[in-house]
């Protein structure tokens, strides 16, 4: 097995087995553009490390021989005293991991070494930072010091001097620097800076493969649902230096803008700085445009790269470049991360580009990115007070208390408080507290932050690098530039859209996509750069291509309307429970529930139906043309009784009065007799139906009369009636002689032909599995995957998301919740078994989703897969269900 690959021999396809960054370098140097020689050691290299402890047998070997061909190369020898050859050891896994891995740069320099560098370069100042950078970056991320000692230590040297500029540190004060830090590498782990060049390399390579596993690494894959056994490639990179003074930096750009997708030049650059330099903050960096007047030779040759890169990938890329003494060198490049709105523009200008066709940019467009440009954002609000205008680095409105470090932002949030984590700027220490924010707000850094970087790929607003704050982590609080103090729990308003930040809480308005949506902004509206436009084009296209149709959850007429507006096909379920709500219709209930005769019973039934009629009046009349599916009666019948406790404690202290009220006496009675431990599993859906006499046929002359009162006034109403929680097909049969007894009986009386559907949900697992059955007597299939999910696991929804989930979570169990995307091979593969035995017993079963699932992204897949004919869900996921149908379908 061959585990180490030359620059020249990979190429960007091989990212399982070279990383991103070993793909897209072999990428680029067989391209021709100008990257320092290195290879780059497997990911199988590391499966093998990490599972045996060791090496692979062969690996120090092939490395040698690499490193030889390098060496011979570059005309010098790895650490050579009189002339080092230095590299730099960096880690890249499959997936980009922002700051999640470890790099180390100028490896092979020791003491011995830093004098020939001195020499070489003629700039003996520049030979003694880097080597003060490498026992630093060394220290820290291979040995495991931590890192504070090193800055503090640096931090110290400045004050001493007074200033606040790296840049002004001279020879001696960098020599001296070095010293102090081979000491505390000592100190702190007992071992010397190793001054071997192969060793050196050797440890970091292994400290790359360590840091695959690293709590922060696991976390963020958790949090990307990245598989934990890909491994991480290695790659040896020969050092080009931007820190050899004026004439030499370092910088990152973008090919396009990746928070608009606005065509132009974005980038950030500093000069006289290494590898880090630029997204650290360390210093202020120039945007890129400015390195047009400082080296326009390389400037020149860095836009044509650019634009090359951007047609052969065919994307919006971003780079890592480096400038020795005025000669480009490209570092990294990949297909970049942009911004919801980004994507959607940039996938649109390709197509008019003629670079890809409209099925491709749907494929780089999702629904989770559709849902975020869907995001309220803030009023222009005069009275708002403006404190600071940092960058626009991840769009959204956040609205929160203010908190300094993670533990607080993870403690505050779970107490259900909204939070905005505010930092100088973030590390990977601070992703806890990322993901519990609302918002992440930095005092520093640009759009390549590791704030924004991160931010945005969590889809998190972010505002970065509002200079005027003066952030105080240690007392708990920021200074505006105004000399306005913010304290810990303290309001703020940030808006990643423009980078604004306001005291206090700021109201928000509708995105112009959702109002686009709801027709009152016109598809042709120049509203941000054409972000509609490519909205409405793009999801047009996922109409064309997609096979599932989409409809609603929806209960009443406000809902289907909006449901309507947004695309949907109809309803896949309309709940009956909310129709028997309201004080008069819950009195009504009440009688029902309390009746112990026909008389009784009959006579509530008969004051509840022109209620529910006109109900369905109403949604008939908004889905007109359209299938509605009502479900009958689900929940537990407590739910329309009053609350035991308060209940109790009314009959007592009417007793105490000695004034008894009867009919609270015969209610609380009920309310006893009905307690269930288990109400979820108890006496609802279909068996309400089958022991209260009259229920179900009431819901079902309801539906009828509405239905024909519809058609009579030239209406083309189009019911079908759904049966929840049936188990077993007896249940079905039962229900469906008294459904069609009174639908009978409505057409006579109404002299109206009816056509009304009779369905059933599969919620139960023995629905799933008798699904054969079951079809016998269904005309059509609902799929409850929400129910689905709590009797499959055996879980009370209710109950434990909030016990143990998170537990789950974090133990790798899930990658996400089973209630929000589905278990594709538990509840997946009852409900596909349900769509096999079903269709096969009635061919044209009409199959559908009405669980959450309905909406999310990933499950919408699913249900395309395995052939449903289509997803329902609430109104405001309709667009991005149709847009994932749509990216299913191709
Ligand atoms: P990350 O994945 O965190 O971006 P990289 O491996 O890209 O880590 O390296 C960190 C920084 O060091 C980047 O700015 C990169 O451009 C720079 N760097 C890496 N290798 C070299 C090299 N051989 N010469 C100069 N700079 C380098
Ligand atoms: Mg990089
Ligand atoms: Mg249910």
Known sequence: QKFVYSFTEGNKDLKDLLGGKGANLAEMTNLGLPVPPGFTITTEACKVFLETGSEPASLHKEISEHLDSLEQQMGKRLGQ?????????????????????????????????????????????FAWDSYRRLVQMFGKTVLGVEGELFEEALEGVKQAKGSTNDL??????????????????????DREFPQDPREQMDLAIHAVFHSWNGDRARLYRRQERIPNDLGTAVNICSMVFGNLGEDSGTGVAFTRDPSTGAVGVYGDYLSNAQGEDVVAGIRNTLPLAELEQLDKKSYDELMAIMHKLELHYRDLCDIEFTIERGKLWMLQTRVGKRTAAAAFRIAVQLVDQGLIDLDEALQRVTGGQLAQLMFPRFAADETAKRVAWGIAASPGAAVGKVVFDSYTAVKWSRSGEKVILVRRETNPDDLDGMIAAEGILTSRGGKTSHAAVVARGMGKTCVCGAEELEVDTKRRRFTTGDGQVVEEGDLVSIDGSTGKVYLGEV?????????????????????????????HRLMAHADVRRRLAVRANADNAEDANRARRYGAQ????????????????????EHLILADNDKDREQALSALLPLQKGDFVELFQSMDGLPVTVRLLDPPLHEFLPDITELSVRVALAEARKDPNENDLRLLQAVHRLH??????GLRGVRLGLVIPGLFGMQVRAIAEAAAERKLAGGDPRPEVMIPLVGTVQELELVRDECERVLAEVAKSTGVKLDIKLGTMIELPRAAVTAGQIAEAAEFFS????DLTQTVWGFSRDDVEASFFTAYLEKGIFGVSPFETIDRDGVGSLVKHAVVAGRATRPDLKLGVCGEHGGDPESVHFFHEVGLDYVSCSPFRIPVARLEAGRAAL
Do not use: W
């Open 81 to 125: 005293p009189d002339n080092p050859l230095l590299v730099s050891v960096r880690s890249g896994a499959k997936f980009s991991m922002p700051g999640m891995m470890d790099t180390v740069l100028n490896i092979g320099l020791s003491d011995a070494s830093v004098a020939g560098l001195a020499a070489q370069s003629g700039n003996e100042r």
């Open 168 to 189: 002004d540190l001279t020879t001696e004060d960098l020599k001296a620097l070095v010293e102090t830090f081979k000491a505390i590498v000592l100190r702190e782990t």
């Open 507 to 535: 109201p928000v308005v509708p995105s112009p996509v959702v109002e686009y949506f709801e027709g009152t902004l016109h598809a042709g509206a120049d509203v941000q750069g054409g972000l509609v436009q490519s909205v």
């Open 570 to 589: 109809g309803i896949g379920l309309c709940r009956t429970e909310h129709m028997f709500l309201g004080e008069e219709r819950r009195r009504e209930v």
């Open 676 to 681: 269930e431990q288990n109400p979820m599993l």
């Open 783 to 786: 799929f409850g995957t929400n």
